[in-house]
């Protein structure tokens, strides 16, 4: 393969920059593949100052690869039948938050600013996930409240910048988190105002009374760029682009129409759903989508399935996923208005077939610990209170058991990552017997609801499927759960 980094470097193109109307923190690839594209394209339809400060909240990394190309890339649309790139130019700037917290402050203290976007991932926004509480104790809350001029996490910044634009006469924010979290607007108000508190009791009236938290449903699969993404995308475009973002062609944008004095971009225009509740949108997605994503991240992981294509190649994990939606979680949702969650979910099969997008079951099953409440754990108390067999959810949860274990099905060793994978390790090495090893993790409060952790049914199946995993594997026990 030809050296990628030999070919001309991507730029700018001469196009005028759009004056800057957002910041957004947390400058991964998904929201480069989702939010940027849709507010660009609001743009060029409608007009509207809209350009974007990308913030990353640890890694410089980011910055390195698109400062050089002026915070241009590619975004690439992966479909089943063919390769289209997309060329983006609506972030202006990257900062490094731990290098120059006062630019990032400055930056979303400007009055031009009147939205600030958030991808930081389940647990950025530090919060207990079975209560939606502000982790007090988190290190970087810690930073935050001994030094609130310094910010460390996301939340640090939301404060100490609406703390600033107060101080300054100016309106506020509206804050418009883009994170897989249930009622994620609610979840980001709660900690702000729980944070904003703990500092000065009036800034925290003035921001429940002012600012704005709408609720979304996000949507579009972007799988972690690799530099074989890169290589191909060279010979592609005949240019060196060090950060282009790899996407299937589906996305969805549901925003509940809430923002500080009406202000937005105009995202009727470009397909952006505005409703006024966006519950019955995000419980369909994060059941139907990530709880099935996780599933067959852990069952086709132990099972030596590299990516979802590959995992729900094979007919039985297809029966499976396919036995999830029909009989487990459908039956719990409420559809939004107009939508046939049957029709849902076969697209969905249809999505993790494409086979243009390798979606690495690793990559998915990182961070399991803040994701299996809100994805699995909550519809499968639901469905057991309501008589539902779930035995498909529940080898699920046993799969990622089996996970954070450490050790796959050829003894070989697994790279877990989680805000609790070292204390998840321990528990499952202290145990002697598979069902020790079940009672060990289900006492981790963060994770399992007491009720579900203590019912006796629960528990027992769960056993189960685990000592199954162990003894057969999970190919076996996929087989077998579907037939
Ligand atoms: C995935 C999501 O990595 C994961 O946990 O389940 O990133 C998923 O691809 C997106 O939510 C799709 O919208």
Redesign the pocket.
Known sequence: MTDVTALPRLTRSDAAKPAVGVVHLGLGA?YRA?GAIYIAEAMAKSGGDWGIVGVSLKSPTQAQRLMPQGCAYTALELAPTGRIPHHVEVVQNVLVAPHDPAAVLTAMADEAVKIVTLTVTEKGYCHEPSTGRLNQAHPDIKQDLADIANPASALGFLVRALEIRRAAGLRPFTVLTCD?LPENGRVVRGVVLELAGLIDESLRDWIAAECRFPATM??????ATKPEDIAALGADIGKYDASPVMMEPFRQWVVEDDFVDGVRPDFAAVGVELVENVTPFEDM?LRC??GT??SL?YLGYLGGFETICDTVAEPAYAAYVTGLWRDEIVPGLTPPEGVDLTAYAAALLARYQNPAIR?LTW??A??GSQ?LPQ?ILTQLGEGLSAGRPMTGLVLAVAAWMRYVGGVDETGGAIDVRAPLAARLKALSDAAKTPAEAVTNLLSVEQVFPVALASNAAFVDALTQAYEGLVAHGARAMVAKTTG
């Open positions: 998904f989702h897989n996000v949507d579009r699969i972007v799988p997605k989508l990530n994503h996780s991240a979606h990559q998915i990182m961070d994701k994805r």
